[in-house]
């Protein structure tokens, strides 16, 4: 377990994204990341290129990244000795040293602990150390500060400031719209350096003008709990946000939660070890620049008007000749991204409860989604989850209940967990981008042989429209229990691959129409049957031995055509009975791989146009 405050202490060598991850074949690519700010009175965007090693920054993340707190962001001490400040309507009193009032301003200008209190209409409160290196902790305690023209707190020069909000009081902190060419400071809290917050009291801040609670270096939610409604973002660390705790609701027009140094490779990133937090945002609920780590904790997340009603449109051609040969392309009323968790580079999932309703993606990286335990629950108007390069499932709970396509990337890697997609069309596709199916088996640009889809362990189930398993490259599994209920249409397969499908342990049962059926290239360990029949939705689909022992049993939520079986308790030379409903047939496999019919396809019909959601589960037993 490593310990993270700054990303540079894991000593990245920024060179390129690679995409040699787990001995694939090397694409060399930069990452180039797109920023943008807005408020009501200005916009500006940039375009910043970092060079990420991205097998090095996984490496240096999977083995564990902890929020690291020095004393100083737990510290909520306060005595009679410390500073005062009151305030007073329109006046502050200030009783104590390091602080001077002027107006409806106090800048505090020493360190030490200040402890604040009462109201103030249209004022500010300035931390500006005359030594940057010293820290200032200040105690709301029972404070309500608003400001029409900047910002009601504002932190210019420290080492760090700490809020403590005081154990039973609820702290107000309100910034107005307004109209300006020249405001600097976009948040109702603004600080220039690192900012911490604690304590066991409330925070509620109204960011009527753009952001809530911005730090240009860190910003540290230790404990508390916070109401946030904002005009633009709601929490902005530009280099780490770190939530230990607390309780965090947000309501955001742009952002819920933004890391967004987007200039260097060791900051811009997000780790969440605990706390409740809820976030409404009209763009991205989670988005970082870098990466996100999520430890523990409960979030749960809506963008835009969800997944229900997402703006998000989609269309395909499908030409009827093989599964998968068609061409698609996604569309949005809006350009402005509304996905649940957004990394530029990695998301890294070790536990908590994780729950998305969003209307584009639900989780989406650049580089590569890794999952090693919590509970997802994930609902997206476009892709469950997609990663350009990577998703791999190590543990867990992952439940897809809408999408249009649930997993999404070069490689999907699925080594363990329990993993549930329900999707409008492919439940998993592996694919790069570079090669599009046309029709009759061909396939334009080549197979590429990086792309691959892997079942490695874990529980397995897919519920497609389109394809349920399709690899634009190899699809391989070596364990775990896998079920697909796959298309009803003859124009899309169970199981879809362009290069072969190898089978070397778990177990399989993949339903579907037989229109474009594609055989295994090899099975070992057990073997692979291709039976075909007529079943209906709700009837029983059960394979026995000769002894009439139960080897796999599974009761699809659809009709089908066609079941693809796999087991290692399936040998050849012995007989075995399949029953679907009240009609039963009894084969003996002569080899790895066999087949008592083939394939129906022909011209077929069209494909899948997206947008049927299924619903309905099965029910199954491997033996």
Do not use: W
């Not at 408020?39 to 690291?68: K, P, Y």
């Not at 600080?191 to 753009?210: F, M, P, R, T, W």
């Not at 957004?342 to 890794?370: P, Y």
């Amino acid at each position: 377990m490593i310990n993270l405050r700054k990303v540079g202490t894991i000593g990245l060598t920024s060179v390129l994204i690679t995409m040699s991850l787990y001995g694939c074949t090397t694409n060399e690519a930069t990452t180039t990341t797109t920023s943008s700010s807005s408020s009501t009175s200005s916009s500006s965007s940039t375009t910043a290129t970092v060079d990420v090693d991205l097998d090095e920054l996984i490496s240096s993340l999977e083995n564990g990244v902890s929020l690291e707190l020095d004393e100083n962001d737990t510290d909520t001490s306060y005595d009679n000795d410390d500073t005062t400040i009151t305030l007073n309507g329109s006046s502050i009193s200030v009783n104590g040293d390091g602080a001077s009032a002027s107006g409806s301003t106090v800048t505090i200008t020493k360190k030490g602990t200040y402890v604040i209190s009462g109201s103030l209409s249209d004022g500010q409160i300035v931390v500006d150390l005359a030594d940057d290196t010293d820290e200032v902790h200040l105690i709301f305690n029972g404070v309500d500060i608003s400001n029409s023209t900047t910002a009601p707190v504002l932190v210019l020069s420290a080492d760090k400031v700490t809020i403590t909000l005081a154990d039973g009081t609820t702290n107000t902190v309100t910034d107005s719209s307004r109209t300006t060419d020249t405001e600097e400071y976009s948040a109702a809290i603004y600080s220039k350096e690192d900012l911490s917050i604690n304590g066991n009291g409330s925070l509620v801040v109204n960011a009527g003008y753009n952001d809530a609670i911005t730090s240009k270096d860190d910003l540290i939610i230790v404990s508390g709990t916070f109401s946030i409604t904002a005009a633009d973002e709601g929490l902005i660390g530009k280099d780490l946000v770190g939530i230990a705790g607390g309780t965090i609701d947000i309501t955001a027009t742009g952002d819920g939660i933004k890391a967004s140094n987007d200039s260097d490779a060791t900051k811009g990133y997000i780790i969440i070890e605990d706390g409740d937090i809820t976030i409404q945002s009209e763009n991205d609920g989670i988005q970082a620049e870098n990466y996100v780590v999520i430890n523990g904790g409960t979030i749960d997340i809506t963008t835009g008007d969800g997944a229900a009603n997402s703006s998000v449109t989609h269309s395909s051609t499908d030409f009827g000749f093989r599964a998968g040969s068609s061409t698609s392309s996604t569309s949005s009323t809006s350009t402005d991204s509304m996905k649940g968790i957004k990394a530029t580079n990695v998301l890294i999932v070790f536990g908590g409860n994780v729950n998305i309703d969003s209307e584009d993606d639900a989780v989406h990286t650049d580089g590569a989604v890794i999952i090693k335990g919590g509970d997802l629950e994930l609902a997206s108007g476009d892709d469950g989850i997609h990663a350009d390069t990577l998703i791999q499932i190590d543990g867990g709970t992952v439940n897809i209940t809408d999408s249009y396509e649930g997993l999404e990337s070069t490689q999907i890697v699925i080594n363990n967990g329990n993993v549930s997609v329900v999707a409008d069309d492919d439940g998993m596709n592996a694919s790069d981008g570079s090669t599009q199916t046309t029709g009759m088996g061909n396939t334009t640009g080549g197979t590429n042989s990086s792309v691959k889809l892997e079942i490695n362990g874990g529980t397995v189930y897919v519920k497609s429209t389109g394809d349920g398993l399709d690899s634009n490259g190899t699809l391989t599994i070596n364990g775990g229990n896998t079920v697909v209920e796959g298309p009803t249409d003859s124009s899309n397969a169970a199981v879809d691959f362009d290069s072969n499908l190898t089978i070397n342990g778990g177990t399989l049962m993949a339903f579907g129409s037989s229109g474009m059926v594609e055989t295994p290239s090899s099975a070992t360990n057990g073997v692979c049957l291709l039976l075909y029949g007529s079943g209906s939705a709700n009837q029983t689909f059960t394979l026995t031995d000769s002894s009439g022992n139960t080897i796999l049993l599974y009761t699809p939520s659809k009709s089908y055509q066609v079941c693809i079986c796999y087991s290692a308790d399936i040998t050849t030379g012995s007989s075995y009975t399949y029953t679907i409903g009240s009609s039963s047939t009894t084969v003996t496999p002569t080899s790895s791989v066999y087949s008592n019919g083939s394939s129906s396809s022909g011209m077929g019909s069209m494909g899948n146009m997206g947008g049927n959601s299924q619903s309905g589960t099965g029910r199954n037993a491997f033996k």
